[in-house]
């Protein structure tokens, strides 16, 4: 495609300014790369659970605490 050919074209009608403004501000948001997605909420049943591989440590009073949240 050459720098003079235009990306698109007007088949039938006669398009406003503000009808063209509106076309290529649609195909320029729908063109670009979506963003990041956004982070998955944890529910706070799975935040107050202990780290993963963390083992109840052995010792006076283990097995009283073992029971506690941490």
Do not use: I, K
């Not at 398009?15 to 729908?30: D, I, M, N």
């Not at 799975?46 to 009073?61: K, L």
Request: charged share 20%.
């Amino acid at each position: 495609m050459s720098a003079e050919e235009p990306l698109f074209r007007v088949v039938r009608g006669v398009p406003t300014a503000e009808e063209l403004a509106a076309l290529v501000g649609a195909l320029t948001l729908r063109s670009r790369p979506a963003g990041t997605p956004a982070p998955v909420a944890r529910s706070t049943w799975a935040r107050s659970a202990r780290p993963v591989g963390a083992a109840p440590a052995p010792g006076r009073g283990a097995w009283r605490t073992s029971g506690l949240p941490r």
